[in-house]
């Protein structure tokens, strides 16, 4: 039996791609997560694993879909090699039980944490560059502009949270931060 798995690292991202690719491959199971890769944990793909029996096929769409790194990566196909089950990765091809198999598999492996390490790395120095930046800010862009909060912030020496709130759109509990952040920096200039 052909079993696929799928996995994207985040909430946002979609797993329609892969899955498509797997029923292509004729997978008659695809088991899929949300679920970023680092993490040891994958419950679907531990489902997964417990799954395949003598004879089955995992498939997956790409290396990096299936191993947290090399190490891991060549622990999971030496186990599964064992149970004398087959690997397909859908990219790179049939990952053979041969001593040819198992180092062409060693290398992309390497080649595969070799580029998420590249991009973690260019992620940091971005970061890194950003924040040297005088507007720079940590996280997600404010909902409202400073001039919209200021407004609203000014209004609320004659109205309550609530109708500030109605009038604004702007919400208490942003209003209450962002007073409590221009009072620290009123006392960081003292």
Avoid: W
Avoid at 65 to 81: C, M, N, P
Avoid at 155 to 169: C, D, F, S
């Amino acid at each position: 039996m052909k079993i696929g798995y799928a996995r994207v690292s985040s909430q946002g991202q979609d797993l329609e791609s892969q899955i498509r690719q797997l029923k292509r491959e004729g997978c008659e199971r695809i088991f899929s997560e949300k679920f970023t890769g680092i993490k040891k944990d994958r419950p679907q793909f531990k489902e997964v694993l417990d799954l395949l029996k003598e004879g089955d096929t995992l498939v997956v769409t790409k290396l990096d879909r299936f191993a947290r790194s090399t190490v891991d990566g060549i622990q999971t196909v030496k186990e599964l090699f064992e149970r004398n089950v087959k690997v397909h990765i859908l990219n790179m091809g049939l990952v053979e039980n041969t001593a040819t198999g198992r180092l062409i598999f060693s290398i992309m492996s390497s080649f595969s944490e070799f580029e998420r390490d590249m991009i973690v790395e260019r992620t940091q120095e971005g970061k890194a560059v950003a924040r040297l930046r005088e507007d720079y800010q940590e996280g997600r862009p404010r909902k409202y502009k400073r001039q919209q909060v200021d407004h609203a912030l000014n209004l609320l020496e004659k109205h309550t949270y609530k109708e500030v709130e109605a009038m604004t759109g702007i919400s208490k509990r942003t209003l209450i931060r962002r007073k409590n952040e221009r009072k620290s920096k009123e006392l960081e200039t003292e």
